[in-house]
């Protein structure tokens, strides 16, 4: 196929995939925002006046970052996990690899609906936030690479959940028990600084600490661990995971049920 055709696929594609979204909005957008709120009133208002500064800076100020990124993970890995399986289980993948459309085009397609669900709610969510606290940006370029580069690898990794599910059990398995229980010890309610050296050092095995940091520094300039090691290791787990992703729809094994 010519460069101009694989484009045309691809956009079709992500069409495809945002028309979904936007279709069923009060599945997808609507939820992560009422859940956010919550948080906020919840941690942010009742629990966070007690609590007072963490890291410098109000409480409520704190946790925005992390409840972003939060809401970023779960809807870009939500989104191509549920959209990749149920074309999976419909046996509707199956055109699209017999045809002549890139590969490519395909992953990222499914990819671009994920980042395009993942960053409105990043924005819905920012905006929320406004109403209960101040926002600001110190780092520019750390804020969008990080949340860019975060939906990109949580959008890969539910298309590898998906391509390796064979029921819809399966696509909830990695949310519930891993996702979940890594970002809310992904320091997003609290500081490293706040934990004994022994639940420090067990912290920086967790992968999603590095990212709610990053993003925090991007807005907040205050971060427990080193933004510049956090970026590098989103970049080539991002690198890492589409290598995986494009193999297995290549393959086309994982694809059949």
Same mark, same amino acid.
């Given at each position: 196929?010519?460069?101009?055709?694989?484009?045309?696929?691809?956009?079709?594609?992500?069409?495809?995939? +945002?028309?979904?979204?936007?279709?069923?909005? &009060?599945?997808?957008?609507? &939820?992560?925002?009422?859940?956010?709120?919550?948080y906020?009133?919840?941690?942010g208002?009742? +629990? *966070?006046?007690? =609590? *007072?500064?963490? !890291?410098g =800076? &109000?409480?409520?100020?704190?946790?925005v &970052?992390?409840?972003?990124?939060?809401a %970023?993970i779960?809807?870009?890995?939500?989104? %191509? %996990?549920?959209?990749?399986?149920s074309?999976?289980?419909?046996a509707?993948?199956?055109?699209?690899?017999v045809?002549?459309?890139?590969?490519?085009?395909?992953?990222?397609?499914?990819?671009?609906? !994920?980042?395009?669900?993942?960053?409105?709610?990043a +924005?819905i969510?920012?905006?929320?936030?406004?109403?209960f606290?101040?926002? *600001?940006?110190e780092?520019?370029? =750390?804020?969008?690479?990080? %949340?860019?580069?975060?939906s990109?690898?949580?959008?890969?990794? *539910?298309?590898?959940?998906?391509?390796?599910?064979?029921s819809?059990?399966?696509i909830?398995?990695?949310?519930?028990?891993?996702?979940t229980?890594?970002?809310?010890?992904?320091?997003v309610?609290?500081?490293?600084?706040?934990?004994?050296?022994?639940?420090?050092?067990?912290?920086?095995?967790?992968p999603?600490?590095?990212?709610?940091?990053?993003?925090?520094?991007?807005?907040? !300039?205050?971060?427990?661990v080193?933004?510049w090691?956090?970026?590098?290791?989103?970049?080539?787990?991002?690198?890492?995971?589409? =290598?995986?992703?494009?193999?297995?729809?290549?393959?086309?094994s994982?694809i059949?049920?």
């Amino acid at each position: 196929m010519s460069a101009a055709k694989k484009w045309i696929a691809f956009q079709t594609i992500l069409v495809k995939e +945002i028309r979904r979204i936007l279709r069923i909005w &009060p599945q997808t957008l609507l &939820p992560p925002v009422i859940t956010m709120a919550l948080y906020f009133v919840i941690f942010g208002k009742m +629990i *966070g006046s007690r =609590v *007072g500064d963490m !890291g410098g =800076v &109000p409480y409520m100020q704190f946790i925005v &970052p992390g409840l972003i990124m939060m809401a %970023v993970i779960t809807n870009s890995y939500s989104n %191509v %996990v549920s959209s990749f399986f149920s074309a999976k289980f419909t046996a509707s993948i199956e055109e699209l690899l017999v045809s002549p459309v890139s590969k490519h085009a395909i992953l990222m397609g499914y990819i671009g609906g !994920g980042i395009f669900r993942g960053l409105i709610i990043a +924005i819905i969510v920012s905006i929320v936030a406004l109403f209960f606290t101040k926002l *600001g940006i110190e780092h520019l370029f =750390v804020t969008i690479f990080t %949340v860019l580069g975060t939906s990109i690898l949580f959008s890969l990794g *539910g298309f590898i959940n998906a391509a390796y599910a064979r029921s819809f059990d399966d696509i909830t398995i990695i949310p519930s028990f891993v996702l979940t229980p890594l970002t809310f010890l992904g320091g997003v309610f609290y500081s490293m600084e706040n934990l004994s050296p022994f639940w420090y050092n067990i912290s920086l095995l967790n992968p999603i600490v590095y990212m709610v940091n990053a993003f925090r520094f991007g807005i907040l !300039g205050y971060s427990d661990v080193n933004v510049w090691y956090s970026m590098a290791a989103i970049f080539v787990f991002c690198v890492v995971f589409y =290598v995986i992703s494009y193999r297995l729809l290549s393959d086309g094994s994982r694809i059949r049920l």
